[in-house]
Nanobody, 121 residues
C-alpha cells in the first residue's frame, strides 16, 4: 500500500546543517499527514515534526526555529531541513506516513527504515 525510503543522514559538526528526504511510493487515496520521528540511544522514539497536505505543521519544542518540515505533494516527497544542529539531535530519524488507502478506507501507518544523524561536539 505504501513504502517510505529516507536519505540524507550523516555526520555533521555541531552548528551545521543536514537535509533529510523521504520518498513515498505505492497506491493510496490520500495522504493524511507525514512526519519525522527520531530515536536516540537509550531514549524512546519521539515525534520531531509533522505536516499535513493542507500545510499544517507541528514541531517538537526543542527543534522549533531550527528544523523545517516540508512536503512536495506532486512528487510525494517529504523533507526535513535541519539547521543549527546540536549533539542532542543525534538519533536515527524515521520517516512516517499516515495514508488513506481509498476514499472510504481506514487509515494506515507506514515507516521508513531510518537514517542515522550524528552530530559531533
Amino acid at each position: 500500500q505504501g513504502q517510505l525510503a529516507e536519505s540524507g543522514g550523516g555526520l555533521v559538526q555541531a552548528g551545521g546543517s543536514l537535509r533529510l528526504s523521504c520518498a513515498l511510493s505505492g497506491s493510496f487515496f490520500s495522504i493524511i499527514y507525514m512526519g519525522w520521528y527520531r530515536q536516540a540511544p537509550g531514549k524512546q522514539r519521539e515525534l520531531v515534526a509533522r505536516v499535513t497536505t493542507a500545510g499544517n505543521t507541528n514541531y517538537e519544542d526543542s527543534v522549533k526555529g531550527r528544523f523545517t518540515i516540508s512536503m512536495d505533494n506532486a512528487k510525494n516527497m517529504l523533507y526535513l531541513q535541519m539547521n543549527s544542529l546540536k549533539s542532542e539531535d543525534t538519533a536515527v530519524y524515521y520517516c512516517n506516513a499516515v495514508l488513506k488507502r481509498t476514499a472510504i478506507g481506514a487509515l494506515s501507518t507506514y515507516w521508513g527504515q531510518g537514517t542515522q544523524v550524528t552530530v559531533s561536539s
